[in-house]
């Protein structure tokens, strides 16, 4: 089945204790991304890669790091976790940067 | 810069019945995706539907319709006999069609649909 999955699915950390939010897709995209969703701002994007050692930052990447090594995997690090990280996280994947991304289940992150 | 405006951010329906769920879009592009995604309460983002700019027919999937209007900039989702699964956030997604860009989907706020039994 075709699909992009995220772990872990829900988080609850502390500020300063880093974490990695894994994204894996099985379709063979070249294009991932990685969105942050929260109330009344929508849904804005953060990191993407056009390819294996190819990422450029979104609109709001300060406080990641996000990493290619591989085509398939697509992490998404917070060195030093605050609370206005505290939001709903999709990885998405599509075969270029245009046409249809295809997302994965969301991570709920809570940063205390 | 391209934005995406939906005026609704609640609508009803009831089962059985017919809802149509409006989008406009600010572009200079002559390319470009649509899309309409659903986001149950599971949180989940799941595509609906999809338009190519560069094609004048209208997308249909099953109970599922777009009413693409390109000079208007608007496309607009019509949900036939609506089902209590039907009821979700309904979120308006465009997507340039030109290289160079971040491949971002840039968002409309969302509306919020419920099913009526």
């Known amino acids: 089945e075709a699909q992009v999955t995220q772990n872990p699915r829900y988080l609850i950390t502390v500020t300063g204790k880093k974490l990695t939010v894994t994204c894996s897709q099985n379709m063979n995209h070249e294009y991932m991304s990685w969105y942050r969703q929260d109330p009344g701002l929508g849904l804005r994007q953060i990191y993407y890669s056009m390819n294996v050692e190819v990422t450029d930052k979104g609109d709001v990447p300060e406080g990641y790091k996000v990493s290619r090594k591989e085509k398939r995997n697509f992490p998404l690090i917070l060195e030093s976790p605050s609370p206005n990280q505290t939001s709903l996280y999709f990885c998405a994947s599509s075969w270029t940067r245009s046409g249809e991304l295809f997302f994965g289940e969301g991570s709920r992150l809570t940063v205390l | 810069a391209q934005t995406v405006t939906q005026s609704q951010p609640e609508m009803s329906v009831q089962e059985a019945e017919t809802v149509t769920l409006s989008c406009t879009y600010d572009t200079s592009e002559s390319d470009y995706y649509l899309f309409w995604y659903k986001q149950p309460p599971s949180r989940q983002m799941i595509l609906v539907i999809r338009q190519e700019a560069y094609k004048q027919q209208n997308a249909t999937e099953n109970r599922f319709s777009v009413n693409f209007q390109k000079a208007a900039k608007s496309f607009s989702l019509k949900i036939s006999d609506s089902q209590l699964g039907d009821a979700a956030m309904y979120f308006c997604?465009?997507?340039?069609?030109?290289?160079?860009?971040?491949?971002?989907?840039?968002f409309g706020k969302g509306t919020k649909l419920s099913v009526k039994p």
């Open positions: 997604a465009y997507r340039t069609h030109y290289g160079g860009s971040q491949g971002n989907l840039i």
